[in-house]
């Protein structure tokens, strides 16, 4: 049987921000025996537009989507939020097409499928887990981050308390309600330092931002990884016990 031709559609911020997620992705779907493509015609998905009122603008966006990624077997994004957009509104913005529902979450496709929980990782480190907003209440990945993380070597992971509170990131919420954002991030702060984790993962680099953010100016020491970068480290290659 042919290997799965998969394309990663990496999204604004981690292809401009956070790459090593991206390139986390890649080494991770290989290792797993996907035959992974990038493809250079990816844009924005459209979300912010959409989200703060521009439809119009977000709909040819959501066109361009369905055009770049037809062909493929699957689509994978490092993102919960983004991946949303992708499976919840484009087809109210275009109709529906192949690239969307081949659409998944990381978490998503690895579990759901290529079946797999235990991808071979190695990560010594105490981490806890946030679960984003959208991939917890759009998409529903349930516990399939937790079940691949319980499945890393090396791993420690501690429960986070209040787990299923925002962070107060969303995307512009935390511009145009910075007070109510802050707060809300502070008390996500807090639940992460009673954890005595090392390490916070989720599976979007936003949030991970946002958060990472707040944790550095406190100077708690608690570092962010996006959970592809953790589920990528193996024994044998030198990223294994790096932390952002």
Known sequence: MSAPRVALFATCLTDTLYPETGKAVVRLLTRLGCDVDFPLAQTCCGQMHYNTGYHDHARPLARDYAATFEGYDHVVAPSGSCGAMVREIHPSLCGTSPAVERTYELSEFLVDVLGVTDVGAYFPHR????????????????????SLLR?????????????????????????KNAE???????????CV???GAQVLSAG???????IGGGLSRLRTGVRTVHLAEILASTEEEPWASATR
């Open 127 to 146: 981490v806890t887990y946030h679960p984003t907003c959208h991939s917890l209440r759009m998409l529903g990945v349930g516990d399939k981050p937790l």
């Open 151 to 175: 499945a890393v070597k090396g791993l420690e992971l501690v429960e986070l308390p209040q787990a299923e509170q925002c962070c107060g990131f969303g995307g512009t919420f935390a511009l």
């Open 180 to 190: 109510t954002s802050t707060a809300m991030l502070a008390d996500k702060m807090r």
């Open 193 to 195: 330092q009673d954890t």
């Open 204 to 210: 979007d680099n936003s949030c991970l931002m946002h």
